[in-house]
């Protein structure tokens, strides 16, 4: 008798515990093989071949296999482990799943178009051989049609959508996937594989192990063992960047080295006791089902405004003010600390995105795409449903966005979130014997004190490149004017 085999591919879901398409495998399959595939598709095009993101799955990858043999020697299945391959997914997947002789790939599910459409292709490709494709979903507690209105559409709107996503969250989304329970279906490694180098996929070593970033399934456990007690101050802590109150946790849930579900039901059962923090950060993960079910039912946000008024958006060509911004030498104290820390580390505190994505395009008239690319290339967590929705969010195109005309004052929330400097002081140094007072805009002091602190606008610390009043009002000129006329086209108004 022919033993059934199955392929599962892993992808953004680094573990092996708590996982659908793993779990599904090793209940429908006799012999299971678990791969992951370095895509030269999506590494090719990084501009930087130092990127913190790499290192990092290169290093869950390894935890991963680790993981497996493990899971694999328990059941008594020995040589357990994880495929790896570097080339294009879509092939390397084709090809090993033939090679292996398998009778299906399961793997579990994405929600960007340009992974949709590698997916179609691989599976039209896979069942050209006879093979059938499955995915499952994992990296969201409810997605695409789970969570509709009453009139079956998507919604636009969080606050409702939290509601009926509250509702429908109930103990069988949370529960979690049994994977150890049949880990005896686990495969033995074919025969001379081998991991792949970091080096060998033409990547170099970043400032990583400096960071102390927790890496892979592991470094996950620490990070939630760390935050769990503090999650119940998360509602008030979490908006201060000088302080410890978040979880640190979104570069594993973009990578999935920890279950979305095992977080959710933590949050949950201390929010089901009155706990405050624990319900602001149950709404942070509905948050993020939000942005891929947005993603999921409106792909063309990549490119344009959820609001397609909003394309009509005038943003201004100001190469030396986008320059600035990027350099971080726009003369605002908090706004040049929040991008020297995600230069620096790859991270950015949450509230410190809203500060600099409204800077951009409300203080500098520059298009959110821009922006949103620029985080794309640097943050660890990038995800591009949340990178969107944040950046569309902020600049006032997007779903439940800020309205137009609420626009952030850097100055004012730096002196409600960074009070005592402590934040800025750790990234803008230059400034660091400047009181609280003014740290929070030099720009404001007189010159004779500037200097008794040792700094000199324009030398030490430039000079703010806008005057936030004059920019504030370009802004509400710039969004005025959007408003539809009886035929469907932007018409421009009298202000």
């Keep these: 008798m022919t033993t059934s085999s199955a392929l599962v591919w892993l992808r953004r879901d680094l573990r092996c515990d708590d996982h659908a398409a793993i779990y599904y495998a090793l209940r429908r399959f006799e012999k299971v093989y678990c791969a992951f595939v370095f895509d030269t598709d999506i590494l090719d095009a990084l501009p930087n071949k130092q990127d913190r993101r790499v290192e990092f799955i290169h290093a869950s990858v390894l935890q991963l296999h680790g993981a497996l043999k493990a899971l694999a020697a328990g059941s008594g299945v020995p040589d357990g482990g994880l495929i790896v391959r570097h080339g294009p997914a879509a092939e390397c997947i084709v090809q090993l799943a033939q090679s292996l002789g398998v ?33 499952y979903k994992d990296q969201v507690l409810l997605d695409r049609d789970e969570v509709l209105t009453q009139t079956g559409k998507p919604y636009s709107v969080f606050t409702p959508y939290k509601r009926a996503w509250l509702q429908a969250l109930n103990d069988f989304q949370l529960k979690p996937y049994p994977v150890e329970r049949y880990a005896h279906h686990l495969a033995a490694l074919p025969a001379n594989e081998s991991m792949v180098a970091l080096e060998q996929l033409g990547f170099e070593r970043t400032n990583l192990r400096e960071l102390s970033m927790p890496v892979g399934t592991q470094g996950a456990k620490q990070l939630l063992k760390d935050f769990l007690p503090r999650m119940h101050a998360y509602q008030e802590a979490r908006d201060y960047p000088g302080r410890k109150g978040v979880s640190y946790l979104s570069v594993h849930l973009r990578f999935g080295t920890m279950s979305i579900r095992q977080l959710a039901r933590l949050a949950q059962q201390k929010a089901l006791y ?30 344009q405004s959820f609001r397609s008024e909003y394309d009509g958006v005038q943003w201004d060509d100001a190469p030396e003010l986008w320059q600035a911004w990027c350099e971080a030498r726009t003369g605002y104290p908090l706004v040049d600390a929040a991008m020297r820390q995600l230069h620096q580390t790859g991270y950015m505190h949450n509230r410190l995105r809203m500060v600099v994505a409204s800077f951009l395009t409300k203080d500098l008239g520059i298009d959110w795409r821009r922006g949103e690319r620029h985080f794309a290339e640097h943050l660890n967590d990038f995800d591009l449903s949340a990178n969107n929705g944040g950046w569309q969010w902020a600049a006032s195109t997007g779903c439940d966005a800020q309205p137009w005309f609420r626009i952030f004052n850097p100055v004012t929330q730096s002196q409600r979130f960074d009070p005592d400097g402590r934040f800025i002081r750790r990234y803008v140094p230059e400034l660091a014997r400047v009181p609280d007072k003014h740290i929070h805009f030099p720009a404001g002091m007189k010159p004779l004190k500037l200097h008794a602190c040792a700094v000199q606008l324009g030398q030490d610390y430039p000079h703010p490149i806008v005057d936030h009043a004059r920019a504030r009002q370009r802004t509400l000129m710039r969004f005025h004017f959007l408003k539809q006329d009886a035929t469907g086209g932007a018409t421009q108004l009298e202000i």
């Design 103 to 135: 009778q299906e790939v399961l793997t579990n599910r994405d929600y960007e178009p340009a992974a949709i459409t590698r997916d179609q292709r691989v599976a039209r490709d896979l069942n050209s051989l006879g093979i059938a494709f499955s995915d």
């Design 274 to 303: 009155g706990d405050e923090g624990a319900q602001i950060w149950l709404s942070e993960l509905a948050w993020r089902d939000f942005y891929f079910m947005i993603l999921w039912h409106h792909p063309h946000v990549i490119t």
